[in-house]
T-cell receptor, first 116, second 113 residues
């Protein structure tokens, strides 16, 4: 089973709303990622969690707040977003390699976010 | 020079054609090479994964890595309309930062019946 699930599939929110995106995997992976993808662009890394600890934050604005409650779950809390934050938000997971780096990443289907 | 270069296309071929997709890269430390297929408005799906140089075959798909030329390829034999998608190459280095997966821009492929 190489499935990463994400909910919701679609989300429309206003600039004053607070919402959360959820991601789940049951592959035993201990590295989980959030990416943002705009149309016709490759995925852009936002955050990396390794063994449930935040290991990389790619200078993402504080209106995006990640959380990793356990080894299978990853959340992305959203607050006071801007219309330019509208994008496909992808979650991925992988096995971390012992000497650093990452094994193959498996992606979820994404949440299509629209900020009005 | 960008770390990973990939022609965005679009590439249009007739059904049954052999498709060749390519990426070049500049960082000689890259050792893991992946090809993802992404259908419109969906998440990327891992197609092929190779470590270091060489070839790997899986059904109609063959991935090649030439580290001396810093060049990777994905070949699709007997292409089908269902292969129409954007193909992203991705790579990273052993010992690199977790999550440091570098993507190409993606090539949009259209296979016409």
């Amino acid at each position: 089973d190489t499935e990463v699930t994400q909910t919701p599939k679609h989300l429309v929110m206003g600039m004053t709303n607070k919402k959360s995106l959820k991601c789940e995997q049951h592959m035993g992976h201990r590295a989980m990622y959030w990416y943002k993808q705009k149309a016709k662009k490759p995925p852009e890394l936002m955050f990396v969690y390794s063994y449930e600890k935040l290991s990389i934050n790619e200078s993402v604005p504080s209106r995006f707040s990640p959380e990793c409650p356990n080894s299978s779950l990853l959340n992305l809390h959203l607050h006071a977003l801007q219309p330019e934050d509208s994008a496909l938000y992808l979650c991925a997971s992988s096995r971390p390699l012992l000497a650093g780096g990452t094994d193959t990443q498996y992606f979820g289907p994404g949440t299509r976010l629209t900020v009005l | 020079q960008k770390e990973v270069e990939q022609d965005p296309g679009p590439l249009s071929v007739p059904e049954g054609a052999i498709v060749s997709l390519n990426c070049t890269y500049s960082n000689s430390a890259f050792q893991y090479f992946m090809w993802y297929r992404q259908y419109s408005r969906k998440g990327p799906e891992l197609l092929m994964y190779t470590y270091s140089s060489g070839n790997k075959e899986d059904g109609r798909f063959t991935a090649q890595v030439d580290k001396s030329s810093k060049y990777i390829s994905l070949f699709i034999r007997d292409s089908q309309p269902s292969d129409s998608a954007t193909y992203l190459c991705a790579m990273n280095s052993y010992g690199g930062s977790q999550g440091n997966l570098i993507f190409g821009k993606g090539t949009k492929l259209s296979v016409k019946p």
